[in-house]
């Protein structure tokens, strides 16, 4: 946060600069200027969030500055500062927003409590903005989403076509004629969503979406289709120079790169080397696919000799795993999946369409297990997907589901006593990067098991349960001590010391200085 003093007089600059703690109030930055002219570039400039103003100075005065303040919008929270107690002053200040009227000389208390006010005053306008910004976000994405889905009905051959569809890729700025398609698959979307994006998949859609528009949208029109959480088709209508085949690869490669070098986001990535039209879509999407399939997925870079032999079989293990469901040994249960998957490391040329038939046997496996329990789990939250393309992800992915076989057999005590110790933790680690994820491989316990469980215990989620913790920690760390806000944040867990404000007014109901204020004050 940065604020801004406008004084001709360098003494009274450097005494309000001298005077106040600004770390305790989150103040990172100060600015200076001698005239309103030299503010108003700063202002432009930088935004400051308070800006101290004096109302009589050379060339451009504080009446003027305030005008233009009013006229280019500002956010900025005005304190007007002057020894001149003059109502046309105060006028001017009152018009602008401005949040007290200060007379030279002032004393440190004066300024302090001006200037939290002031702050609190400029958090709340920030807030109200992003809930303002969210609110039209969700409104547009939701026109999105059901735009998506229909043309991912016709992608995939679920709709026939027609000539509404056409009106679809208009809509996006594409055109029905010489579009080029890519079929994307993120290998490690889960590790991202749920660690870097905290389980928000929405968000993850929302930084991927962004980053390919920056990338792409100075080569041509384009527009990035789901299917599901592991497929995506990435349309392209390139312009001229960028139409060739080579052309449209290398605009591909620009954009997975982005998505690595930004996001951390690992892609696999089958191209159809040739345009098509509308009606054509399905037939390219499968050139890609066919592409896609044939992607080598595990390529050695330790120089060691890999094994070029028959892949292993999943199926092998099948008595082995069958013991651990009547043992209830989640340990080993891990241990198998986790050979099977490193004896995949060891071969040489491991394809996608490789992967591919693993997945299978392990849905095999699953389904027979499951038969054996007689389980009442749905097909679709029994099955790994079929498009899984990382090996970490599918080792990780295959336990959780193997887990969550073997939970439905579990002695109800056993599962209560595990939850109870998942809640000691997060009570002692709250200041660290949890997620279920992470609690599920710490505790051999699938995260859906986890979240129902606690659920049924504390009656409310994990991140729930996590977030009130650092809450009641964030209220005492903010009426106690005079530690700044960002400090706080940061040793609650929180990265983002606005994201923690906005999560503390909606526990709260009032921002994290207004807290600190109200409860220093009573």
Known sequence: MKVLIVDDE?????????????????ISERLQAEDGREALDLLRLHKPAVMFCDMRMPGMDGTELLRQLREECFDTQVIVVSGHDDFQYTRAAIRANGLDYLLKPFSKRDLEQVLEQAVIAWRDREVSLLEERETGFKIKWADALVHEQKLAAYLKGESVFHEGLRGMLHKVGLSSERLRVSLILPCNRMDLVDRRFKGDRELFVFAINNIAHETLRAYGAHYLCRFDDYQWILLTALTSGYQSASEHRRCMEKVTKAWRDILGLDTLIGICDSEADTAGLPGAIGEARSALL??????????????????????????????????????????????????????????????????????????????????????????????????????????????????????????????????????????????????????????????????????????????????DKARSLLQFTDKPVSEIANSLGYDDENYFGKVFKKQQGVSPLQFRKQNRDS
């Open 10 to 26: 360098e003494h009274v600059r450097e005494g309000i600069d001298l005077a106040i703690d600004w770390e305790k109030f989150g």
């Open 294 to 471: 044939n992607t080598d997925i595990w390529k050695s870079s330790t120089g060691t000799k890999l094994d070029p032999g028959e892949p292993p079989r999943l199926t092998d293990q099948q008595f082995l795993l069958q013991t651990t469901l009547d043992t209830g040994d989640k340990a080993y249960a891990a241990e198998i999946i986790r050979s099977f998957v490193q004896s995949l490391r060891q071969r040489g040329n491991f394809r996608l369409k490789d992967l591919q038939a693993c997945t299978i046997e392990a849905n095999l496996l699953l389904e027979r297990a499951s038969r054996l329990m007689h389980s009442s789990k749905e097909a679709s939250d029994l099955l790994m997907p079929l498009w899984i393309s990382d090996l970490n992800e599918w080792e990780r992915t295959f336990i959780q589901h193997w887990w969550a076989l073997m939970e439905e057999q579990e002695r109800e005590g056993l599962g209560n006593r595990g939850v109870k110790a998942i809640r000691d933790y997060i009570e002692r680690h709250f200041h660290e990067d949890l997620s279920l994820s992470m609690l599920s491989e710490r505790f051999h316990f699938s995260p859906q098991y986890i979240a129902k469980k606690f659920k049924e215990l504390y009656n409310t989620t994990v991140m729930t349960s996590l977030t009130e913790i650092r809450m």
